[in-house]
């Protein structure tokens, strides 16, 4: 048994739009991720590539799937670790080629031993290899030393392709949302004053342990000033009564990931000022869910957010200046002293997934389309030992960020984390209710 997530025809389907958008001479080939050490000879746990699991599902290290064009059409093929009872016994069964080519989506399945030659007599015959370097050093130098290679990258067509979700990959990411939200709840419940950020890391994770998941991306607990460090992860403090502890944590189902952040208050109640800060933010939040339109560019999202946020900011006096100069021409202007990041970012296999729209990338990012799925996430931050811009006093320490994951349909927005609370009332009805 495959135990594959989805019907083989699926893949097939996703291969053959692939490859219906490659040139028939190529060679395709896409090595699956390496082995990480962690330390002497321990690993860390093994992580599939996303093209791979995308193409074919295929989980086990040690492999390589490509494509070739011949007699009229293409062929598949998935070059894997051979059976071995001695490695078997030590670290756990092997599909094999028979069992790849038996329960997987593709038409040939071979050792991993055979794929140098297999690979070298392709690219003698005049194939032009359409690869993903960087993942397999020997499979890169056979291809770089093939004189007449001019490398292509196959990550262009598929990029595009992974933006848009199938409704089976929707019900997996429906599921990682739900199996995290509900790590937020109970998270939010099992909060008190002085609580460790490792504790609260403890019940998101082991939540999603319990729901045989396991985390998309290193679960960020920040309280207090702490929750201003955008990629904190050490969660090695505690969280004193008065401060906020700001949770960012997602899980993964089949490889699709959830991507959810929330921040409370440990005391189960948010001061005034917390309060102001923390329905700015959500005020920001629904304003780029809405703005989550089929057809709508990109930016609108990080435009309605940001939007809000420069009023906002204005409003409370932290920033003295008209909001058009708080929100800058190019949304540049002084209320990114407090929100330094981007607004969202297309979500899947990965958790920062594929197709663009990442702050900082040279091409703006994809129209909205029916089928993507999107985090909205602002914030704002005001960390106390900043003395690079002015944190006015009745803020200082606090970090607040809301995340949701959002589908587009032609229906308008559908937040995929809705079941995780995060109105003021919902949370200050929930924190410490285990305790
Ligand atoms: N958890 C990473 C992010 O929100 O983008
Ligand atoms: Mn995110
Ligand atoms: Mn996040």
Not at 130 to 156: F, H, W, Y
Not at 198 to 214: C, L, P, R, T, V
Not at 239 to 259: I, N, P, R, T
Request: with cysteine; aromatic share 8%; glycine share 10%.
């Amino acid at each position: 048994m495959s135990g594959l997530p989805f019907d083989l025809s699926e893949y097939r389907s996703r291969q053959q739009g692939f490859l219906s958008s490659m040139p028939q001479n190529s060679l395709v080939i896409i090595p699956n991720n390496p082995k990480s050490v962690r330390s002497n000879d321990t690993h860390y746990r093994y992580r599939a590539n996303s093209y791979m699991l995308y193409l074919c599902g295929w989980g086990e290290p040690e492999s390589i799937f490509t494509a070739q064009f011949s007699g009229g059409k293409w062929t598949t093929s998935l070059f894997v670790r051979p059976r071995d009872t001695n490695s078997e016994i030590w670290e756990g069964r092997r599909v094999g080629p028979e069992g790849a080519v038996e329960g997987w989506p593709v038409d040939e399945s071979f050792p991993i031993g055979d794929v140098e030659e297999h690979l070298s007599k392709a690219l003698e015959s005049g194939l032009r290899p359409s690869i993903i370097t960087g993942l397999n050093p020997a499979v890169d130098n056979i291809v770089s030393e093939c004189e007449m290679s001019e490398i292509q990258d196959p990550r262009k067509v598929l990029d595009t392709m992974r933006t848009i979700k199938s409704e089976s990959e929707i019900e997996l990411m429906q599921q990682a949302a739900d199996i995290a939200s509900l790590a937020h709840v109970k998270a939010m419940e099992g909060t008190f004053p002085s609580v460790g950020e490792w504790q609260i890391q403890a019940i998101i994770e082991g939540h999603f342990i319990d729901s045989k998941s396991q985390w998309s991306y290193p679960s960020i607990v920040g309280g207090g000033d702490n929750a201003t460090i955008l990629h904190y992860s050490s969660n090695s403090e505690t969280v004193e009564d008065g401060d906020l502890v700001l949770v960012d944590a997602g899980c993964e189902v089949h490889g699709y990931a959830s991507d959810i952040t929330r921040t409370w208050p440990v005391s189960g109640k948010f001061t005034e000022a917390q309060k102001e800060i923390y329905n700015l933010v959500l005020e920001a939040e629904l304003a780029g869910i809405d703005a989550c339109r089929a057809g709508s560019p990109w930016r609108s999202m990080h435009e309605a957010s940001s939007a809000v946020l420069a009023k906002g900011l204005v409003q409370l006096g932290i920033l003295d200046c008209t909001v058009s100069e708080a929100l800058g021409k190019n949304l540049d202007g002084p209320f990114r002293n407090y929100f330094m990041h981007g607004t969202g970012h297309l979500l899947g296999l990965d958790v920062h997934d594929v197709g663009g729209g990442r702050k900082g990338d040279k091409k703006p990012g994809p129209v909205l389309r029916p089928g993507m799925v999107v985090t909205v996430e602002p914030g704002l931050y005001f960390a106390s030992w900043r003395d690079d811009v002015e944190i006015p006093e009745r803020y200082a320490g606090i970090g607040i960020r809301i995340e949701d994951d959002v589908l587009i349909t032609e229906d308008g927005p559908v937040v995929l984390s809705s079941r995780c609370p995060k109105s003021v009332d919902e949370i200050e009805a929930i924190v410490g209710k285990s305790g």
